[in-house]
């Protein structure tokens, strides 16, 4: 667990992470251009699925406002895969079995359910602008209003 409480206008954490692709997205992958990093508990879930289609069928109206969008999650990369397919989602979802992102962006955090507590992922966005500033966070975000929150966002940054 981490005690790492980011805000708008700190510097981007750094980030190394696998791709389902099987690339490896680093930080210099993503300099010049904005950027929405999503984390999200655990893929095929319905939730999850719920947040991760909607970006799907917003995926060109997103492009469009020029924000390139990576979703991560503690699962293998074998399950983010199958996850991918199963629904064509088309954008980059990423591995972050070790936590080391989570921990960095304080995401990896001390969840509870039916009175039992255990660390996971919290529902979190951050919008990061070209020069790698975080401009919008988003914590516990409700995966139906995500792609509105992120949409109204990047029209003030325009």
């Known amino acids: 667990m981490t005690d790492t409480v980011l805000k708008p206008g700190d510097l981007a954490p750094s980030v190394s992470l696998s791709l389902a692709d099987g690339r490896v997205l680093q930080n210099a992958d993503l300099a010049g251009q904005p950027y929405l990093l999503?984390?999200?508990?655990?893929?095929?879930?319905?939730?999850c699925t719920t947040q991760a289609c909607a970006i799907r069928d917003s995926k060109d109206s997103l492009a469009a406002l020029g924000v390139t969008i990576i979703g991560v999650s503690p699962d293998p990369i074998t399950k983010i895969q199958k996850f991918d397919t199963k629904y064509t989602l088309?954008?980059?979802?990423?591995?972050?079995?070790?936590?080391?992102?989570?921990?960095?962006?304080g995401t990896w955090v001390?969840?509870?359910?039916?009175?039992?507590?255990?660390?996971?992922?919290?529902?979190?966005?951050?919008?990061v602008d070209?020069?790698?500033v975080i401009r919008f966070?988003?914590?516990?975000?409700k995966p139906a209003d995500h792609v509105r929150l992120v949409t109204e966002a990047l029209a003030q940054l325009s």
């Open 137 to 141: 966070i988003w914590r516990k975000v």
């Open 130 to 132: 070209r020069a790698g």
């Open 90 to 105: 088309g954008f980059p979802l990423a591995s972050d079995e070790d936590h080391a992102v989570a921990e960095a962006y």
């Open 38 to 47: 999503y984390f999200y508990p655990k893929a095929d879930t319905p939730g």
């Open 110 to 127: 001390e969840k509870s359910m039916y009175g039992r507590k255990y660390m996971g992922m919290e529902r979190s966005s951050f919008l």
